[in-house]
């Protein structure tokens, strides 16, 4: 069952609209609509004088505040700076308003360029044909390819946004009424651009960017003139858009320091008052104290690494010297230690400084390192120590800041470790306190950034005055009353500061809907969601569809063991597998698999047939090795066409009930899937009954073959009366009577395709009963081919591929026989607002 929704719309007060929201989002009920601005157009024009008047009380009440609190607009300065302000507002609104038809304009006239226009595109209806540009859903493209096909229509798109295409369209005068129709229900909004543009794109686009600078320069003018105003009048808040960047910057910086102090918050740990300036606070605070303490930690690790440095060295130097040499520099001369590895290096710096004025004094060390101390004039050091340090010589500092003797330097260096392991005791204490600290706080801060994050979120897509805010949405009809109490509380809670209106759909608007069925069906509606969601006067198909769809995998695929070992799968995927599979939820496809199991497992006991082994039938007369007996054959394709003609005419019943719900009476009647095509396709199924002979019902419902004679019985007629009908369509409907002959001979051709097409029920089902008769022969000819190519390869082809074709075709008949001939599926999927 569909439920549609009801519009929703709600007035109140700037210091109040967060309270509106929060509650909103906690209720769940909501799913909020972004208000454009077309929509704020459109409102002006409805509520102007409603908004007028309240304005108006609302400034007489700031007025009488500032009287009774000494601050009355007195008639000279501060009287004109108030209406200046106001001035300055109101054009404001009018640049911004200009900004966005600017940009817009300029993003057609870029998509026209992707498009490959060059010249602007000639719009309007000349002589036969019109054309159109207008933006689109992306989404929303697929439906009107669909809806295009096979019809006199030229179309042309290219990308406009992420999430939107600017589409071109060309076609015949006679098809616009209906074209427009479709269009409104896609989303479809149509594009203007002023005559006053060059034909030439490249020179449009550069008109428009010099407006757009010019205009963008004037609102950049106005923001600055406000925001001086700003500090001498009260009342005024920021931009959303401001302050929601401030909120996600603020809410990032929250989840940096989570993932650093305490990756495993789950929820609040601490209730707490909070506002964004004590979130800001806070924030600051620990990323302050945060870098300060790891950016202690990180000295202190500095220098205990130097420190150990230090005290391996002197520990090798001990073997070798009680007393460590002087370094540093003085007046003239320079003195520094280190270490160098290895012979070679030694004897070619040995080499450099061959006639030089350097001193060298040397210690061996543990294997081919050496400990050198040098002393040279300052003027050669750098020199030196360049020479050095290609000979991979790595100097030793910080010797000169310790004893001179060697045991009590090691000393020392213990004593100031044995410091350091101390700080860093104390400092690693001073940052657990603040993780324990940050744990208790952020849950709370994490909540109230998220609540508000999408609070600030959902006033964007609203409308504002100075004053007040509008808020609209959509709430599902049967939670209509309970949101009204709901909000009569809130209402009471502040103040009286909220006005409530529910109000019906416009006509062509799209409506959300929600689905309601029962729960056996429930996982149906992912296939219906899969063709497309149904709209608010649509006819919910999910339950038919459910069982049509099973009950024709069931004729395709009909086995009892396999229909069992499909059920152990379903229970496999839904109940312990629980994981996404294939990128599809393993519990929906389990679920489904259910479904198809059992209705496999009731035909296979019907037809006899359990692992691809022939076992009794249980349908009277029919026998064990039925599939080499024609006439069972021929028998199996007439159920197969019956079952097709009756899910044929199910679907234009369920047409006509449709157009009736749109109103569309002419369309019910004469259309070729309302009472017309219904009248000739009955007419046209039973004169093919004459034509050939059939036995419907042996004894009760019999065809005598007539041939050519079939054209003289009354279902013939009543065939062409059907088609009158539609060929007198599009006189009622004013259309072109040459696209209602044309409707008429594909409604005809469509008749015999769409019948015969059911045919494939029967194919399958004789498909799975040839590969058992096939492991019978195999078993016959030889039991060990027969087990393990017969019993084993064929009974794993079944379940996989033959599963998945079998399952591809019951779905391909539902959605291309069944759907096409009355299901728009051009809704979209209720989805209430939740904090």
Same mark, same amino acid.
């Given at each position: 069952?569909?439920?549609?929704?009801?519009?929703?719309?709600?007035?109140?007060?700037?210091?109040?609209?967060?309270?509106?929201?929060?509650?909103?989002?906690?209720?769940?009920?909501?799913?909020?609509?972004?208000?454009?601005?077309?929509?704020?157009?459109?409102?002006?024009?409805?509520?102007?004088?409603?908004?007028?008047?309240?304005?108006?009380?609302?400034?007489?009440?700031?007025?009488?505040?500032?009287?009774?609190? #000494?601050?009355?607009?007195?008639?000279?300065?501060?009287?004109?700076?108030?209406?200046?302000?106001?001035?300055?507002?109101?054009?404001?609104?009018?640049?911004?308003?200009?900004?966005?038809?600017?940009?817009?304009?300029?993003?057609?006239?870029?998509?026209?360029?992707?498009?490959?226009?060059?010249?602007?595109?000639?719009?309007?209806?000349?002589?036969?044909?019109?054309?159109?540009? #207008?933006?689109?859903?992306?989404?929303?493209?697929?439906? @009107?390819?669909?809806?295009?096909?096979?019809?006199?229509?030229?179309?042309?798109?290219?990308?406009?946004?992420?999430?939107?295409? @600017?589409?071109?369209?060309?076609?015949?005068?006679?098809?616009?009424?209906?074209?427009?129709?479709?269009?409104?229900?896609?989303?479809?909004?149509?594009?203007?651009?002023?005559?006053?543009?060059?034909?030439?794109?490249?020179?449009?686009?550069?008109?428009?960017?010099?407006?757009?600078?010019?205009?963008?320069?004037?609102?950049?003018?106005?923001?600055?003139?406000?925001?001086?105003?700003?500090?001498?009048?009260?009342?005024?808040?920021?931009?959303?858009?401001?302050?929601?960047?401030?909120?996600?910057?603020?809410?990032? %910086?929250?989840?940096?320091?989570?993932?650093?102090?305490?990756?495993?918050?789950?929820?609040?740990?601490?209730?707490?008052?909070?506002?964004?300036?004590?979130?800001?606070?806070?924030?600051?605070?620990?990323?302050?104290?945060?870098?300060?303490?790891?950016?202690?930690?990180?000295?202190?690790?500095?220098?205990?690494?130097?420190?150990?440095?230090?005290?391996? &060295?002197?520990?090798?130097?001990?073997?070798?010297?009680?007393?460590?040499?002087?370094?540093?520099?003085?007046?003239?001369?320079?003195?520094?230690?280190?270490?160098?590895? #290895?012979?070679?290096?030694?004897?070619?710096?040995?080499?450099?400084?061959?006639?030089?004025?350097?001193?060298?004094?040397?210690?061996?060390?543990?294997?081919?390192?050496?400990?050198?101390? &040098?002393?040279?004039?300052? %003027?050669?050091?750098?020199?030196?120590?360049?020479?050095?340090?290609?000979?991979?010589?790595?100097?030793?500092?910080?010797?000169?800041?310790?004893?001179?003797?060697? %045991?009590?330097?090691?000393?020392?260096?213990?004593?100031?470790?044995?410091?350091?392991?101390?700080?860093?005791?104390?400092?690693?204490?001073?940052?657990?306190?603040?993780?324990?600290?940050? *744990?208790?706080?952020?849950?709370?801060?994490?909540?109230?950034?998220?609540?508000?994050?999408?609070?600030?979120?959902?006033?964007?897509?609203?409308?504002?005055?100075?004053?007040?805010?509008?808020?609209?949405?959509?709430?599902?009809?049967?939670?209509?009353?309970?949101?009204?109490?709901?909000?009569?509380?809130?209402?009471?809670?502040?103040?009286?500061?909220?006005?409530?209106?529910?109000?019906?759909?416009?006509?062509?608007?799209?409506?959300?809907?929600?689905?309601?069925?029962?729960?056996?069906?429930?996982?149906?509606?992912?296939?219906?969601?899969?063709? #497309?969601?149904?709209?608010?006067?649509?006819?919910?198909?999910?339950? &038919?569809?459910?069982?049509?769809?099973?009950?024709?995998?069931?004729?395709?695929?009909?086995?009892?063991?396999?229909?069992?070992?499909?059920?152990?799968?379903?229970?496999?995927?839904?109940?312990?597998?629980?994981?996404?599979?294939?990128?599809?939820?393993?519990?929906?496809?389990?679920? @489904?698999?259910?479904?198809?199991?059992?209705?496999?497992?009731?035909?296979?006991?019907?037809?006899?047939?359990?692992?691809?082994?022939?076992?009794?039938?249980?349908?009277?007369?029919?026998?064990?090795?039925?599939?080499?007996?024609?006439?069972?054959? @021929?028998?199996?394709?007439?159920?197969?066409?019956?079952?097709?003609?009756?899910?044929?005419?199910?679907?234009?019943?369920? *047409?006509?009930?449709?157009?009736?719900?749109?109103? %569309?009476?002419?369309?019910?009647?004469?259309?070729?899937?309302?009472?017309?095509?219904?009248?000739?396709?009955?007419?046209?199924?039973?004169?093919?009954?004459?034509?050939?002979?059939?036995?419907?019902?042996?004894?009760?419902?019999?065809?005598?073959?007539?041939?050519?004679?079939?054209?003289?019985?009354?279902?013939?007629?009543?065939?062409?009366?059907?088609?009158?009908?539609?060929?007198?369509?599009?006189?009622?409907?004013?259309?072109?009577?040459?696209?209602?002959?044309?409707?008429?001979?594909?409604?005809?051709?469509?008749?015999?395709?769409?019948?015969?097409?059911?045919?494939?029920?029967?194919?399958?089902?004789?498909?799975?009963?040839?590969?058992?008769?096939?492991?019978?022969?195999?078993?016959?000819?030889?039991?060990?081919?027969?087990?393990?190519?017969?019993?084993?390869?064929?009974?794993?082809? *079944?379940?996989?591929?033959?599963?998945?074709?079998?399952?591809?075709?019951?779905?391909?008949?539902?959605?291309?026989?069944?759907?096409?001939?009355?299901?728009?599926?051009?809704?979209?999927?209720?989805?209430?607002?939740?904090?």
């Amino acid at each position: 069952m569909i439920i549609p929704a009801k519009k929703l719309l709600i007035v109140t007060l700037r210091d109040r609209e967060t309270q509106v929201l929060r509650r909103l989002g906690e209720l769940g009920v909501v799913q909020l609509r972004k208000l454009t601005d077309e929509d704020a157009s459109k409102f002006r024009e409805m509520e102007v004088e409603k908004l007028r008047e309240l304005e108006k009380i609302y400034h007489k009440f700031i007025e009488l505040c500032r009287m009774l609190t #000494g601050s009355l607009f007195e008639e000279g300065e501060e009287r004109k700076l108030y209406e200046e302000y106001t001035r300055l507002k109101n054009r404001l609104d009018d640049f911004l308003i200009k900004q966005s038809i600017l940009k817009k304009r300029k993003a057609v006239v870029e998509a026209l360029l992707r498009m490959g226009e060059k010249q602007l595109p000639e719009l309007g209806n000349f002589g036969e044909i019109f054309s159109i540009i #207008g933006i689109l859903p992306r989404k929303r493209l697929q439906d @009107l390819e669909r809806f295009l096909a096979n019809k006199p229509f030229a179309m042309k798109y290219a990308e406009f946004s992420t999430d939107q295409v @600017l589409v071109h369209l060309i076609g015949l005068l006679d098809l616009q009424d209906d074209l427009e129709k479709v269009l409104v229900q896609l989303e479809f909004e149509n594009v203007k651009l002023p005559e006053n543009l060059p034909k030439d794109c490249h020179e449009a686009l550069l008109i428009l960017d010099e407006e757009l600078s010019r205009v963008t320069d004037e609102i950049d003018s106005v923001k600055k003139a406000l925001e001086d105003m700003k500090k001498r009048l009260t009342g005024f808040v920021t931009e959303e858009g401001v302050e929601l960047e401030r909120l996600r910057k603020l809410y990032e %910086d929250v989840v940096r320091l989570q993932r650093t102090l305490s990756p495993h918050i789950a929820k609040p740990m601490e209730k707490m008052e909070l506002d964004e300036k004590t979130v800001r606070n806070l924030i600051n605070r620990f990323h302050r104290e945060y870098n300060s303490i790891r950016r202690r930690i990180h000295e202190l690790e500095w220098e205990q690494k130097k420190l150990e440095k230090l005290n391996s &060295i002197l520990k090798k130097l001990k073997e070798v010297t009680d007393e460590l040499p002087e370094t540093g520099d003085f007046e003239t001369i320079s003195a520094f230690t280190g270490i160098l590895d #290895g012979k070679d290096a030694l004897k070619r710096f040995t080499q450099f400084i061959s006639g030089k004025s350097v001193a060298v004094q040397r210690f061996d060390l543990e294997g081919e390192s050496t400990f050198l101390y &040098i002393i040279c004039f300052k %003027d050669q050091s750098r020199e030196i120590k360049i020479q050095l340090a290609s000979l991979g010589f790595k100097e030793v500092e910080g010797l000169s800041k310790l004893p001179r003797k060697v %045991d009590e330097a090691l000393k020392y260096i213990a004593m100031k470790l044995e410091e350091i392991r101390i700080e860093r005791e104390r400092v690693e204490a001073k940052l657990e306190n603040l993780k324990r600290e940050f *744990a208790s706080k952020a849950g709370a801060i994490l909540s109230y950034l998220e609540v508000h994050l999408k609070i600030g979120e959902a006033l964007m897509g609203t409308l504002k005055s100075e004053t007040m805010r509008v808020i609209q949405g959509w709430v599902l009809a049967d939670q209509v009353e309970e949101l009204k109490l709901e909000l009569e509380r809130l209402r009471r809670r502040i103040g009286g500061a909220l006005f409530l209106e529910i109000m019906d759909p416009e006509p062509g608007e799209e409506v959300p809907t929600a689905l309601r069925n029962p729960k056996p069906f429930k996982v149906f509606e992912s296939l219906i969601a899969q063709y #497309g969601w149904p709209g608010h006067k649509e006819i919910d198909p999910t339950v &038919i569809s459910g069982i049509l769809w099973t009950l024709m995998f069931g004729l395709m695929f009909p086995d009892l063991g396999h229909g069992i070992a499909i059920i152990a799968m379903g229970l496999f995927f839904s109940r312990v597998f629980k994981k996404r599979f294939l990128g599809i939820n393993s519990q929906k496809l389990g679920t @489904l698999m259910i479904g198809l199991g059992v209705s496999s497992a009731f035909f296979g006991l019907l037809i006899g047939e359990f692992f691809l082994i022939e076992t009794t039938p249980f349908i009277p007369g029919l026998h064990a090795g039925w599939i080499e007996d024609p006439n069972v054959t @021929l028998w199996l394709i007439k159920i197969a066409i019956f079952f097709g003609v009756a899910q044929i005419l199910l679907a234009m019943a369920l *047409a006509i009930r449709n157009e009736l719900r749109h109103g %569309d009476i002419i369309e019910a009647i004469l259309g070729q899937h309302g009472l017309a095509g219904v009248i000739s396709f009955i007419g046209f199924i039973l004169t093919a009954f004459y034509f050939v002979g059939i036995t419907v019902i042996p004894g009760l419902i019999e065809f005598p073959e007539l041939g050519m004679g079939a054209l003289t019985q009354w279902p013939f007629f009543l065939m062409i009366a059907g088609i009158i009908m539609m060929i007198l369509k599009p006189v009622f409907a004013k259309e072109s009577l040459s696209m209602g002959i044309g409707n008429v001979l594909e409604t005809v051709t469509a008749f015999l395709a769409n019948t015969f097409s059911y045919a494939r029920i029967a194919g399958f089902a004789i498909v799975h009963a040839a590969l058992a008769m096939v492991v019978y022969r195999l078993m016959e000819a030889n039991p060990i081919m027969g087990i393990g190519m017969g019993l084993i390869f064929l009974n794993l082809f *079944a379940l996989t591929i033959e599963l998945m074709v079998c399952m591809i075709q019951a779905l391909r008949l539902l959605y291309y026989e069944f759907f096409t001939k009355f299901y728009r599926g051009t809704g979209s999927p209720y989805r209430p607002w939740k904090i």
